[in-house]
């Protein structure tokens, strides 16, 4: 045979996949023609395929010689040089591929997952995007251009690629997984939780999989569900941070879960904290005065426009700067106006974002702080800096749904009636410091006027939960169906940022109407409002009425700035109490339930009476101001445990 032919031959073994037999005639034929480039070229392939890295790159060069305008052969010369980790070489050759040929769909291709690699997504989107116009229809473009969309935050575009690779590829563990993550960040709950399942379908025991389908479902009001998946998780693998925040948080929304069991897998978590950690800090150089200038340090992953910041600007406003002297460390990834305010009422303020926890500890101890204070408690991850003993005392407050199952975490702030004293102390590692109030949140500044009850004007009572769907299970959609079915004509009007979803909304749609209730008695609010907007559609509610078992925080302040009465149902967990926390200091016991049946009953009670719904407009708000939204109080009683504290460190270090 000729070289024509030989090389005919290679070729044809070559697209069949059989390496070998291409690769003997590739070396043939370079034998007696050494600067043959297409066989040079396709050796360099093979070459590359079994890692053989040297050879690929001495043919691919070779074949760049004998054809220097051959685009495809200096995108393969940039494949050879990702491989030997030379990035910036790897570069330059993409671009003198895409010189000689601008719409190479290839080197646009590989550009883009070399810039992804490293770190720079707006260009890797960019070359993905124009990969894909030269390619329409490649899978990997698309799904990789999906993948940088998702990293980007650019969520709708992802759902998008996610869909258009689906079409050249329909049975893809990953793609599925990557469209139902997609889908799930623009609030298609029920959409995502069907790609998650196809993906396990092919892919049974993959971790982040399993995760995500936990999480939506916990998301969703199905926390039973997710719990199974997410519990599979952790057994697959045990040192997973962000599954174990998943599973703990899942945990206090679960109707089987109590105290014992959150406390026994929260230390649990710590443990094995606790072992990973080698604890070095040194305090012997503070001074020891019990009555010095006291150094506070906030840890915090909301400082934006969270609601944690309305909880926040209580105690920037309040401390009682001539006593405490307050530092911040923000770990928000992404500050806004609320972050600049925050931060202008600090006394030192610093971003902690781009730190890990043990950077973020060695920063507090830095500063000399004397009490450090982890306030996002809620998620396990944001307790690992406590793990490090950053100061010499340790307190959890504020956004906390439980122990933090740290041994070096000295306090916990919270309040007798959601941890009373004969029985709660032993579900927590730490010491309680029980104030009037476990919180306080700071009202609006501009006030937002409070309108009669709208049963006056409708001739109908209207019932409403701005609650988030975690916490709307199916055992709360029974009972309030129970109300609904006990008040004739009784409407309920529901605000949660998941039934932007039509799916969403019909899914819970479904559930009333499995419990005799028609869609035309429920109100989904979708538009995204402003806080003055959203404060006033409770003036569109008579009668809130608050999930269950975890109850209502944030919501249940701003429905009791409002005046509106707030139902609550008294749960065995601390995140099952909030509502009766509040309602207990405001002397109206009549509102909170110790059984479903009282819960239902309290409802439908209060919806017969109007003159007192509309006593509760003209009283709830006025009380409140001088007892749970009294910030000056709150802070006063806060400092005055933390100099307590202090003053025993003193005693015991001295």
């Known amino acids: 045979m000729d070289v024509e032919e030989t090389f005919k031959l290679a070729l044809k073994f070559h697209n069949a996949n059989d390496l070998e037999k291409a690769n003997r005639l590739y070396d043939k034929i370079l034998a007696k023609h050494g600067d043959h480039p297409d066989a040079n070229h396709l050796s360099g392939l093979i070459s590359l395929s079994v890692g053989d890295l040297e050879d690929a790159m001495e043919k691919i060069q070779k074949a760049i010689t004998a054809i220097p305008n051959q685009a495809i052969f200096y995108n393969s010369l940039g494949n050879v040089l990702k491989l030997n980790n030379k990035s910036e070489q790897a570069e330059r050759a993409y671009f003198s591929a895409l010189e000689i040929d601008p719409r190479l769909h290839e080197a646009h ?197 969270h609601v944690t910041s309305f909880f926040f600007e209580t105690l920037l406003r309040y401390h009682d700067r001539e006593f405490f002297e307050i530092y911040c460390y923000s770990d928000c990834i992404e500050p806004d106006e609320v972050t600049a305010h925050l931060q202008q009422n600090s006394d030192f303020w610093r971003v902690v974002s781009k730190m890990e926890p043990h950077q973020i500890a060695h920063e507090i101890g830095s500063d000399q702080i ?115 079915l006990s008040v004739p004509n009784s409407r309920i009007k529901l605000i949660a940022g998941g039934f932007n979803d039509k799916t969403m909304q019909a899914r819970y749609l479904k559930l009333f109407k499995g419990y005799g209730i028609n869609q035309n008695r429920i109100e989904f609010v979708t538009t995204i409002l402003g806080r003055t907007e959203y404060l006033s559609q409770y003036n569109l509610i008579d009668i809130a009425l608050d999930p269950f078992p975890f109850t209502g925080g944030t919501v249940s302040d701003e429905t009791i700035y409002m005046g509106v009465p707030l139902v609550t149902l008294s749960g065995n967990i601390e995140m099952g109490c909030m509502g009766k926390s509040k309602l207990s200091r405001l002397n109206m016991h009549e509102l909170i339930a110790y059984s479903k049946e009282d819960y239902v009953q309290i409802a439908i009670n209060l919806a017969h009476d109007v003159d007192k719904i509309q006593k509760f407009k003209t009283e709830i708000r006025r009380l409140a101001l001088g007892t749970i939204f009294n910030g000056k109080v709150h802070v006063n009683e806060l400092e005055l445990a933390y100099r307590q504290m202090w003053k025993t460190y003193c005693v015991q270090n001295n």
């Open 109 to 305: 291709h590989n550009l883009g997952k070399l810039f992804e690699k490293n770190g720079n997504l707006e260009n890797a989107k960019y070359h993905l995007t124009e990969a894909i116009h030269s390619s329409p229809t490649s899978f990997e473009s698309n799904f990789s251009l999906a993948r940088i969309l998702l990293k980007l935050g650019k969520f709708v575009e992802a759902v998008n690629f996610f869909q258009q690779a689906l079409k050249f590829e329909s049975e893809n563990a990953d793609l599925f997984n990557g469209l139902a993550f997609a889908l799930e960040k623009v609030g298609r709950l029920d959409d995502s939780i069907q790609f998650y399942e196809k993906s396990l379908k092919l892919k049974p025991n993959e971790v982040a999989t399993l995760s995500n389908l936990g999480h939506a479902l916990h998301a969703s009001g199905r926390a039973e569900q997710g719990l199974i998946y997410l519990k599979k998780c952790l057994e697959i693998d045990p040192d997973n941070q962000l599954n174990w925040d998943r599973y703990l948080f899942a945990l206090v929304f679960s109707e089987t879960s109590d105290r014992e069991v959150i406390f026994q897998e929260n230390k649990r978590w710590a443990a094995e904290i606790e072992n990973k950690i080698a604890v070095s800090s040194d305090f012997t150089d503070f001074s020891l005065n019990p009555n010095k200038k006291i150094k506070i340090g906030y840890y915090s992953r909301e400082f934006y426009s």
């Open 370 to 484: 004397d009490i450090f204070v982890g306030t996002t408690n809620f998620l396990p991850s944001n307790r690992i800096i406590s793990a490090h003993q950053p100061a010499p005392i340790i307190v959890s407050y504020m956004n906390q749904v439980s122990s933090t199952g740290l041994s070096n975490v000295d306090y916990l702030i919270t309040d007798d009636r959601i941890s009373p004293a004969e029985s709660a102390d032993k579900f927590f590692v730490e010491n309680l410091i029980r104030l009037s109030d476990f919180i306080c949140y700071y009202p609006p500044e501009l006030e937002v006027e409070i309108k009669p009850p709208p049963v006056i004007e409708n001739g109908y009572i209207t019932f409403g939960c701005f609650n988030n769907l975690a916490k709307l299970n199916q055992t709360v959609i029974s009972k309030w169906s129970d109300i609904l």
